[in-house]
């Protein structure tokens, strides 16, 4: 009799720590699921650095943890964000000169100061690797680079003249392979987007030249497309502020998809790191048909699919959000 109670006993110990490793199992592959599935659905991962006009703020791609990272100073005027391939800094332009912050806010340094060969210094970008920086000069047609620690600056490029114009450089990319350049060449009241090796090379114009204006242009983070703004001209010549729209092409076929449609302003797109998300500033939400000056908005930024859908608002106030930059995922 004692001998089948502890037998008895002992097969439902076994069963019970048995049941336990199945729930345990069970729960990991749910939550592994779970995780997942965010991550597929959303490519939500990373933070999303913008500005506001007091400085540089920093949220989750779902806009909720809103916080300063960094208020006053050269934070103030910051536009250009750019985060380092490893996410600890981020470049941004202010006043003219480049500037690097620190992750956690910390560690403000001025890496390019306005003035000296290039005059004023715009848009930086890193190289794949974080070693260097590239920034468009105030003087025609050079792009320059510097070493993250500030030092060894010097003219990377000095464009020859493009389509037989006088145009500048205006903002800048660097493809994730590090070996091209996206840019804006800026030339009066006309703008095409352009595509450069690294050593002046195959300069290749993206955008059709006539009644558009492209800029902002953003490499996907597989180097296969590359998201920009474009505007439209109106019939007086004059081009107009509700009519800038997100475009993508797609570089192997030079096929172009309009991702956003309206009459209001959106641009300076920027990619989720997985490539599936864009992130973007709108203006007018408010008003869509009024001028500019009598909407009463303010830039909002918003995020949507690759492919247009399901966009959503991230910020909604009167204060005005800008310049947006996705983290990294280390």
Not at 35 to 55: E, M, N, Q
Not at 106 to 117: D, I, Q, S
Not at 142 to 171: Q, Y
Not at 206 to 213: F, I, P, S, V
């Amino acid at each position: 009799m004692t001998a089948c109670v502890l037998e008895l006993r002992a097969r439902r110990r076994q069963c019970s720590l048995w049941l336990v490793a199945v729930i345990a199992v069970a729960s990991a592959l749910v939550s592994g699921l779970l995780v997942g599935g965010a991550r597929s659905a959303g490519g939500s991962s990373g933070l999303i650095a913008f500005t506001r006009p007091d400085g540089i703020y920093v949220m989750r791609p779902d806009g909720t943890g809103v916080r300063p990272l960094r208020r006053g100073s050269a934070a103030s005027q910051a536009l250009q964000l750019d985060w380092s391939p490893d996410g600890s800094r981020i470049a941004f332009e202010s006043r003219g000169a480049i500037w690097l912050l620190g992750a956690d806010g910390e560690g403000l340094a001025r890496l390019v100061a306005r003035g000296g060969a290039w005059g004023s210094a715009h848009s930086p970008t890193w190289s794949p690797d974080g070693r260097v920086l590239a920034f468009s000069a105030e003087r025609a047609r050079e792009i320059w680079v510097v070493d993250a620690d500030g030092s060894n600056a010097h003219r990377l490029l000095r464009l020859a003249k493009l389509e037989a114009e006088d145009i500048g450089v205006g903002e800048i990319d660097w493809s994730p392979d590090g070996r091209r350049l996206a840019f804006t060449g800026h030339g009066g009241w006309l703008a095409w987007g352009y595509v450069v090796n690294t050593n002046g090379t195959n300069l290749r114009r993206l955008t059709e030249r006539g009644w558009a204006w492209a800029t902002n242009p953003r490499w996907s983070p597989d180097g296969r497309r590359i998201a920009f703004e474009q505007w439209a001209r109106n019939p007086t010549n004059i081009y107009s502020d509700r009519d800038s729209e997100i475009y993508v092409m797609t570089l192997d076929s030079g096929s172009q998809a309009r991702l956003t449609r309206n009459r209001e302003y959106d641009g300076t797109p920027v990619w989720s790191p997985d490539g599936r998300r864009i992130a973007f500033v709108r203006f007018g939400h408010g008003c869509a048909e009024c001028p500019a000056a009598a909407r009463g908005g303010a830039e909002e930024i918003f995020v949507m699919n690759a492919d247009g859908t399901a966009m959503k608002r991230l910020t909604d106030n009167r204060v005005g959000e800008a310049s947006p930059a996705w983290k990294p995922v280390a």
